[in-house]
């Protein structure tokens, strides 16, 4: 697989999952670090303490991608307190999907007593991988298709939530080449289809894998 990542440690002696592509790629991320699109060479997953509070994760992330002997200005970073070298991966006909799940705060994204809250390290991030390049549309499509992928997991998983407050995503593509770039990147498009599939099969791994570890506390007698 293209993303599987090597696995090191930081500064703060937790893991972190690393991923040096092997030349720039077109992205798409959420990430606290190098998020919105552009080229990228390298994501970082790092694993945080479940109370981690420091007011600038960008810089944070920063540090440990230059620790890393990464330019800090040419990747994406994200941040979990889910374990990272629990990490799935699953590939579908050359789309990848990488997830580590933490469910500790489940919630619904529309629940109306929903309470704000700013929020702290993503606990589910996903890093996902097609490799033909596609149109900027189709792009951004990719990251609704793979959260709608994440919340079908995570239904399947036995929770009644469509993520928790921080999760994050990041989409990688070959950059545009001589032939045109794909236009569609939705769950019925040839790649988004795939792309969802992995992200499912990823995620719905993980998420019964915190589920096993972390079973739900028997309902209270009537």
């Not at 592509?21 to 990430?31: D, E, H, N």
């Not at 060479?41 to 440990?64: C, G, K, Q």
């Not at 994406?76 to 799935?88: D, E, I, M, N, Y």
């Not at 469509?162 to 080449?177: E, N, Q």
Request: hydrophobic share 45%.
């Amino acid at each position: 697989m293209i993303l599987t990542p090597a696995v090191g440690l930081h500064g703060g002696g937790r893991p972190l999952l690393v991923w040096r592509l092997p030349r720039a790629f077109a992205v798409i991320a959420t990430a606290v670090l190098g998020g919105g699109v552009g080229e990228r060479d390298w994501v970082v997953n790092a694993e945080v303490d479940l109370d981690y509070d420091r007011r600038d994760p960008a810089a944070h992330l920063a540090e440990l991608a230059a620790a890393e002997g990464l330019d800090p200005a040419r990747g994406a970073g994200l941040l979990t307190a889910a374990p990272v070298r629990r990490f799935r991966a699953a590939a579908v006909e050359g789309a990848e999907a990488v997830a580590t799940v933490g469910l500790s705060v489940p919630v619904r994204a529309a629940d109306p007593d929903g309470a704000l809250a700013e929020p702290g390290p993503g606990t589910i991030n996903l890093v996902a991988w097609v490799p033909v390049a596609l149109d900027p549309g189709a792009l951004a499509n990719t990251l609704v298709t793979v959260t709608e992928a994440k919340t079908q997991a995570l239904h399947d998983a036995g929770y009644d939530a469509t993520g928790t407050a921080s999760d994050a995503v990041v989409v990688c593509c070959p950059l545009p080449g001589a032939a045109p770039p794909e236009p569609f990147g939705g769950p019925r498009s040839p790649w988004g289809h795939r792309l969802a599939r992995a992200t499912h099969a990823a995620v719905l791994s993980g998420a019964l894998d915190w589920r096993a570890r972390h079973p739900p506390p028997p309902a209270e007698p009537r």
